[in-house]
């Protein structure tokens, strides 16, 4: 909570006090008196004093900041008190946005924990291992770094890679399949969000080449479209194109490129029925953090300012259970997406993920050399 004592803003916190017996059994507790020392409060108090508190600030007040539906005994004290209160989560948001030094180091290190994870699962990966093995590299190497998942992990193999949200992991990658990596962790609460596709056998078909080409070639258009003053949806539109364009070329689509994109704003032509999500997220204290929408769901997203960090994230799908459209058999089962973080600076974007390979001679020369 924060109130105005008539000269400044005072942030008071509100915790758990020491209890002897529960510490026994649950571990220590912080306690009032101790938070109010070592966390960056002006002042704490007992979580038990919280309806008494929050009555006499509202009886000094001409108004709150409040957000409903966290905690019912405030949600009641002030629907009956009947004052005027306005939700600061779009103040906040807009705060969050733009990342401190401290902020961007945290971050930078969690990219760093991610992309190390990622080499050691190319590492270890060989025909007919299981996705929940490739899983378990990566998660470990989390907590070996004190860090822990930013999101349930996506571990999808062969056909597997071509649903967006799969994390069940329970199948075995065969020889000749994909496997669709989507994995970070966290660092002080602070995500990182990477994937790769990588061949299990170490080698890229001719067809899975010139897919994960096309969707490189879209990530590296996306991420140097990522520029200080450029609009949100500039990036979904930097992605679309060349996807749209190679969708063509490889006589996917039989259109123009007009036509395969559809309307410029709302991006509904038929190159999304293979590339079916936005290209990028805000990234921070949430894996898809607060302060703007999704690129391809709107243009009303933020200007791209330094400070920021958002993920690039194209890919591309071809499930062949699908009945809605005709799958073309060369690249039947095959779903890649290649994803970074990006820091926007001044002098242009920063790729915190850099440390993690992504080109096909680079992931060749790595799969299977840790076996």
């Given at each position: 909570?924060?109130?105005?004592?008539g000269?400044?803003?005072?942030?008071?916190?509100?915790?758990?006090?020491?209890?002897?017996?529960?510490?026994?059994?649950?571990?220590?507790?912080?306690?009032?008196?101790?938070?109010?020392?070592e966390?960056?409060v002006?002042?704490?108090?007992?979580?038990?004093?919280?309806?008494?508190?929050?009555?006499?600030?509202?009886?000094?007040?001409n108004?709150?900041?409040?957000?409903s539906?966290l905690?019912?005994?405030?949600?009641?004290?002030?629907l009956d008190?009947?004052?005027?209160?306005?939700?600061?989560?779009?103040?906040?948001?807009?705060?969050?946005?733009?990342?401190?030094?401290?902020?961007?180091?945290?971050?930078?290190?969690?990219?760093?924990?991610?992309?190390?994870a990622?080499?050691?699962?190319?590492?270890?990966?060989?025909?007919?291992?299981?996705?929940?093995?490739?899983?378990?590299?990566?998660?470990?190497?989390?907590?070996?770094?004190?860090?822990?998942?930013?999101?349930?992990?996506?571990?999808?193999?062969?056909?597997n890679?071509?649903?967006?949200?799969?994390?069940?992991?329970?199948?075995?990658?065969?020889?000749?399949?994909?496997?669709?990596?989507?994995?970070?962790?966290?660092?002080?609460?602070y995500a990182?969000?990477?994937?790769?596709?990588?061949?299990?056998?170490?080698?890229?078909?001719?067809?899975?080449?010139?897919?994960?080409?096309?969707?490189?070639?879209?990530?590296?258009?996306?991420?140097?479209?990522?520029?200080?003053?450029?609009?949100?949806?500039s990036?979904?539109?930097?992605?679309?194109?060349?996807?749209?364009?190679?969708?063509?070329?490889?006589?996917?689509?039989?259109?123009?490129?007009?036509?395969?994109?559809?309307?410029?704003?709302?991006?509904?032509?038929?190159?999304?029925?293979?590339?079916?999500?936005?290209?990028?997220?805000?990234?921070?204290?949430?894996?898809?953090?607060?302060?703007?929408?999704?690129?391809?769901?709107?243009?009303?997203g933020?200007?791209?300012?330094?400070?920021?960090?958002?993920?690039?994230?194209?890919?591309l799908?071809?499930?062949?259970?699908?009945?809605?459209?005709?799958?073309?058999?060369?690249?039947s089962?095959?779903?890649?997406?290649?994803?970074d973080?990006?820091?926007?600076?001044?002098e242009?974007?920063?790729?915190?993920t850099?440390?993690?390979?992504?080109?096909?001679?680079?992931?060749?020369?790595?799969?299977?050399?840790?076996?």
């Amino acid at each position: 909570m924060a109130y105005h004592n008539g000269t400044n803003w005072i942030s008071s916190l509100f915790v758990r006090p020491r209890d002897t017996k529960k510490e026994i059994w649950e571990g220590r507790i912080v306690g009032v008196e101790q938070a109010a020392s070592e966390w960056p409060v002006d002042e704490s108090e007992s979580i038990e004093n919280l309806s008494d508190s929050i009555k006499t600030h509202i009886s000094e007040s001409n108004g709150v900041h409040y957000i409903s539906g966290l905690n019912s005994i405030v949600d009641e004290i002030v629907l009956d008190s009947g004052i005027q209160n306005t939700d600061p989560r779009p103040i906040l948001d807009k705060m969050r946005r733009i990342k401190s030094s401290k902020e961007i180091e945290l971050m930078s290190k969690s990219a760093n924990i991610a992309s190390l994870a990622h080499i050691e699962a190319m590492k270890v990966s060989q025909i007919d291992i299981g996705e929940w093995e490739i899983q378990s590299v990566i998660e470990g190497y989390f907590m070996n770094c004190k860090s822990r998942w930013s999101y349930p992990s996506i571990v999808g193999g062969g056909e597997n890679g071509t649903i967006l949200h799969y994390n069940t992991n329970q199948s075995v990658v065969k020889d000749g399949d994909l496997v669709l990596v989507d994995a970070g962790c966290e660092v002080q609460g602070y995500a990182s969000d990477i994937t790769r596709t990588w061949p299990v056998n170490g080698k890229f078909t001719e067809p899975q080449r010139e897919i994960y080409e096309l969707v490189l070639k879209a990530e590296l258009a996306g991420i140097e479209a990522c520029q200080n003053g450029s609009s949100w949806v500039s990036i979904h539109t930097a992605t679309s194109e060349i996807l749209a364009a190679g969708l063509i070329e490889l006589g996917i689509l039989d259109c123009t490129l007009e036509e395969a994109i559809g309307d410029p704003v709302e991006f509904d032509g038929p190159y999304r029925n293979f590339f079916m999500h936005g290209t990028g997220h805000l990234l921070g204290l949430d894996v898809h953090d607060v302060g703007g929408g999704r690129q391809g769901d709107d243009d009303k997203g933020p200007i791209l300012e330094p400070g920021m960090i958002l993920t690039v994230e194209p890919g591309l799908y071809f499930s062949s259970w699908r009945t809605d459209i005709k799958i073309p058999d060369r690249y039947s089962g095959i779903g890649i997406r290649i994803e970074d973080d990006i820091l926007i600076t001044e002098e242009g974007p920063v790729v915190l993920t850099s440390d993690c390979p992504k080109t096909i001679e680079e992931i060749e020369a790595l799969v299977g050399s840790g076996v």
